[in-house]
Every structure is written in structure tokens, then in C-alpha cells.
């Protein structure tokens, strides 16, 4: 069974700041605290999180758009990957930050047995500038 969330911040920086410092690998790991290794090319792999995350480019748009597959260490070969959009607009000097993921449902053993949107629901994420 597929889950779908959306998470909406507000960040006093750029969409074009933000799009970067996603695709770009020195970039991403500061932002996150763990090692990524990103790229700005459709259909070209990344991994973040110190491998834990890993996917691919589908489409970049460009400091407008983000559309990646993401799988982790807990998915089971036979489980479909996740769909990640991250779309970015300026409004009045802030860049809105829309990250709209479709995943499975399935608890995470690394997540304490819940699911990616039951964690992500009780945390918010916030980029560091």
C-alpha cells in the first residue's frame, strides 16, 4: 500500500539556494550532517545519508523542480521506490519548500518501527543555510 505526505517550509533563502545545495554533494552533506554524493543530471545516481538513501534523477527543473526515486537499506528488493518532488517558488523574499513523497507503508526496523511518513510527521526537516 502506497502513503503519500506533503511537508511545506518556509526558508529566507533562495528556491536557486535551495535547489543547489540539494544537488550538489558538499552542498547536501553540510545541509544533512551525513555523507551524500549528488549530481545535477537526469537519469544520474545519488546517495545520501552515508548510503542509507539512494536513487536517481527523473527530472530537474532548474531552481524550480526536484523529482527523484529514493530507495534505503530498508527496502525489500521486491518493493517499489519512492517518488520525491521537491518544488520550489519564491514568495515575498522566502523560498517555499514543497516535498510531496510517495512511499510504501511498511514500518522501518532503522526508523524504530515506524513508518517514513509516521517519522517525518513528528519531525520537521530544516535546511541549513
Known amino acids: 500500500m502506497k502513503e503519500k505526505f506533503e511537508i511545506r ?15 550538489d554533494s558538499n552542498a547536501h552533506t553540510e545541509m544533512t550532517g551525513g555523507e551524500a554524493e549528488c549530481s545535477t543530471i537526469v537519469d544520474e545516481d545519488f546517495s545520501a545519508w552515508d548510503g542509507y538513501i539512494w536513487g536517481k534523477n527523473v527530472q530537474l527543473v532548474n531552481n524550480q523542480e526536484i523529482v527523484q526515486t529514493w530507495r534505503t537499506t ?3 528488493q521486491e518493493d517499489e521506490d519512492s517518488m520525491v518532488t521537491i518544488l520550489l517558488k519564491e514568495v515575498e523574499y522566502q523560498a517555499v519548500l514543497d516535498v510531496q513523497n510517495n512511499l510504501n507503508a511498511r514500518p522501518r526496523k532503522k526508523l524504530g518501527f515506524l513508518t517514513p511518513s509516521e517519522l517525518f510527521l513528528h519531525h520537521r526537516v530544516a535546511l541549513v543555510t
Open 9 to 23: 517550509e518556509f526558508f529566507n533563502v533562495s528556491p536557486s539556494l535551495i535547489y543547489h545545495a540539494w544537488l
Open 74 to 76: 530498508e527496502f525489500m
